[in-house]
């Protein structure tokens, strides 16, 4: 991205509930979307990712998602050559007997997702015909689904949102009344959650992704959905389009977050007030037990988010509200409002949102400001911190689990640790 375009947009209509936003087109520092990958092969045990793309997509899946060496592998890379880059191969051909030498050697594959990538396009590979190919041909025991990776218009959460987007039309159809928690979270705040609704009495749940990427849910017009993950959003528009109602909530990071998103399911269940208290409060309590022990590390901070996992928004409430954190600007690579609506009015009104990045800009802003901690990718921790910032690197937010009460103090804890390692640097 080499263009440059910065557009300021304040709010003009004095009634808005939003913070001001700037608006910013230029040079990105982004993780493309074949990152997503690396907790998708992890949560979904039944399936492979089939990386179609270049020895550069080959090594950023070994390097963030490490070597396997005791286990069989659950993703890889069929590596496109110049030959194919410049269409002297017929890398279609190839393609195939790639996923079929794969298919009948691993048994264990029941859906084989075939992850485009920036050469991918580039050459334009069409995946979703070869996909079609390999589905006539190994149905049903395995399913071949395709999905976008590439980097080209994509920051690396977005991988997750395609990759459940193009589940989406296998979901069978249904007219129950259900629950479906939308975005990958960890089998331990699976488990949690499930815990929780059994215990307010709302159901059935299903999780998407679940375990198995066999395992689909059903989706109808008596299912809502929760959001789980903010990045999710065009799998989102695609279940409402399959009749599922959106239910808005503030994400379940912190105890105010959780609560609340657990109190949108209960409102659709009925679930009363005393109920409702009976489950929560013992949690709450615990949960606000464990975050004092990080309030005197992190209050009163100063926090800059550069936009990069699309959980900056959700990330930085919490921060502010529940650890009284101060901050300066909270970036976003996409503001989807239909997934950050219960979000936006719970931000303080003077915070500067921006959404998109000049990344030189931003980083003038970041050095004016010389925040207590800033959030930002890998590319540009390292530069940051030998300028004297603290940093964290956005991507340990996916990578960690996050959500629910009990996974709170963990949530502050990423935020706390540079802060104390830098102040101990300082004795
Ligand atoms: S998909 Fe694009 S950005 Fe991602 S590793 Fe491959 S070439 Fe690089």
């Not at 998103?261 to 309590?285: G, K």
């Not at 009284?324 to 239909?338: H, K, S």
């Not at 937010?397 to 996050?402: D, E, G, N, Y």
Request: charged letters at 25%; glycine letters at 6%.
């Amino acid at each position: 991205m080499s263009h440059s375009e910065t557009v300021s947009v304040s709010n003009a209509d004095p009634l808005c509930k939003f913070p001001p936003l700037i608006k910013e087109r230029g040079q990105r520092e982004v993780f493309c979307g074949l990152a997503g990958i690396v907790w998708l092969h992890r949560k979904m045990q039944d399936a492979f990712f089939l990386v179609v793309g270049s020895r550069t997509c080959a090594h950023l899946m070994q390097s963030a998602a490490g070597v396997m060496i005791f286990a069989e592998p659950r993703f890889g890379t069929a590596i496109l050559t110049d030959r194919d880059l410049a269409g002297l191969a017929d890398a279609v051909d190839e393609l195939d007997r790639i996923c079929a030498t794969l298919l009948e050697r691993r048994a264990d594959i029941r859906t084989l997702f075939l992850v485009g990538s920036c050469p991918s396009e580039i050459i334009k590979i069409d995946l979703a015909k070869a996909a079609e190919r390999l589905n006539a041909r190994f149905l049903p025991q395995v399913r071949v689904l395709s999905y976008s990776g590439s980097g080209i218009d994509m920051t690396f959460t977005q991988g997750e949102d395609q990759a459940l987007k193009s589940m989406v039309p296998l979901l069978p159809q249904t007219d129950a009344r259900q629950l479906i928690i939308l975005g990958c979270v960890a089998d331990i705040v699976e488990d949690q959650f499930r815990r929780c609704f059994d215990q307010l009495g709302i159901g059935p749940v299903s999780f998407f992704p679940g375990r198995r990427a066999t395992e689909l849910p059903a989706v109808g017009p008596n299912t809502c959905v929760l959001l789980a993950q903010p990045f999710n959003g065009d799998t989102l528009r695609a279940l409402i389009d399959r009749g599922a109602k959106h239910l808005a909530a503030p994400y379940p990071f912190g105890a105010e977050g959780t609560t609340a998103w657990l109190a949108a399911a209960a409102a659709q269940w009925n679930v009363s007030d005393a109920q409702f208290s009976a489950v929560t409060t013992p949690l709450i309590e615990r949960a606000k037990k464990a975050l004092a022990k990080y309030q005197p590390l992190l209050s009163g901070k100063r926090l800059f988010m550069l936009p990069d996992s699309q959980l900056e928004i959700p990330i930085a409430r919490f921060l502010n509200r529940e650890m009284g954190m101060q901050l300066i600007e909270v970036g976003t690579p996409y503001l989807d409002r239909d997934t950050v609506t219960a979000e936006l009015p719970l931000l303080p009104a003077e915070v500067m949102l921006s959404e998109g990045q000049d990344v030189e800009k931003q980083l003038d802003r970041v050095r004016a400001a010389r925040p207590d901690i800033t959030v930002c990718g890998l590319g540009l921790a390292n530069p940051l911190e030998a300028e004297g910032l603290t940093t964290k690197w956005s991507i340990e937010l996916v990578f960690s689990p996050i959500h629910g009460y009990d996974q709170a103090a963990d949530l502050a804890e990423i935020f706390a640790r540079p802060l104390d390692r830098r102040s101990r640097l300082k004795l």
